[in-house]
């Protein structure tokens, strides 16, 4: 079956970087574009960008663009989000998300299936 | 851009419907059929039920169902049981500026 496991807690200082890995497998992995979403301590949920895994194209939320990549290692089938300049608000739980659909050029909103979460804790 | 609008609470006795609303603009949701709604439970991942305003995947049941009007998508959920209690979220893409928008939220609460 679909699955896509995510790497575990972090805790930050602010102005540093956090790096969140995202493993699929039960299908074929270069078929299906990825997206990753945050939610702060409760509240809603938050576009942060995707990238195809088939050709490592990119689309960032421009809130955040000057401050994420994301990269995808095909032989080991996993997606990175990295953040940058880390501050208190970039306190969140961090999920990727395949995309519903095979082969999109950009993301389209219907994500069938999520990451377990990584939550991310920035403080001094 | 803001996100999508919708109410902050719902909710209905079991075994009635509940609709909730989601309220963007002419350059998201009144432009594109790409809008889907999520269900999550508290501690849990989102799991999709409705994509592409009204399509529902294998295994969500019939009791969900969704329907646009302009720039307003509704999600109904009929028959209430008690695991429908849950937030619930839509999306939508927005090409023009962040390419996906989600909702606030709506928390719906099965009486």
């Known amino acids: 079956q679909v699955q896509l496991v995510q790497s575990g807690t972090e805790v930050k200082k602010p102005g540093a970087s956090m790096k969140v890995s995202c493993r699929a497998s039960g299908y074929n992995f270069i078929s299906y574009g990825i997206n990753w979403v945050r939610q702060a301590p409760g509240q809603g949920l938050e576009w942060l960008g995707w990238i195809s895994t088939n050709h490592g194209g990119t689309n960032y939320e421009p809130k955040v663009q000057d401050r994420v990549t994301l990269t995808r290692d095909t032989s080991t089938n996993t997606v990175y989000l990295e953040l940058r300049s880390l501050s208190s608000e970039d306190t969140a739980v961090y999920y990727c998300a395949r995309e519903g659909r095979q082969a999109t050029a950009s993301p389209m909103g219907w994500f069938d299936a999520w990451g377990q979460g990584a939550l991310v804790t920035v403080s001094s | 851009q ?39 439970h508290p501690g ?57 928008l989600f909702g606030g939220g709506t928390k719906l609460t099965v009486l």
């Open chain 2, 2 to 40: 803001s996100g999508l609008t919708q109410p902050p609470s719902a909710s209905g006795a079991p075994g009635q419907s509940v609709t909730i609303s989601c309220t963007g603009t002419a350059s998201d949701i009144g432009a594109f059929d790409f809008v889907s709604w999520y269900q999550q």
């Open chain 2, 44 to 100: 849990k991942p989102p799991q999709v039920v409705i994509y592409e305003v009204s399509k529902r995947p294998s295994g969500v049941p019939n009791r969900f169902s969704g329907s646009k009007s302009g720039k307003t998508a509704f999600l109904t959920v009929s028959g209430l049981q008690a695991d429908d209690e849950a937030l619930y979220y839509c999306s939508s893409i927005a090409p023009r500026n962040t390419l996906i």
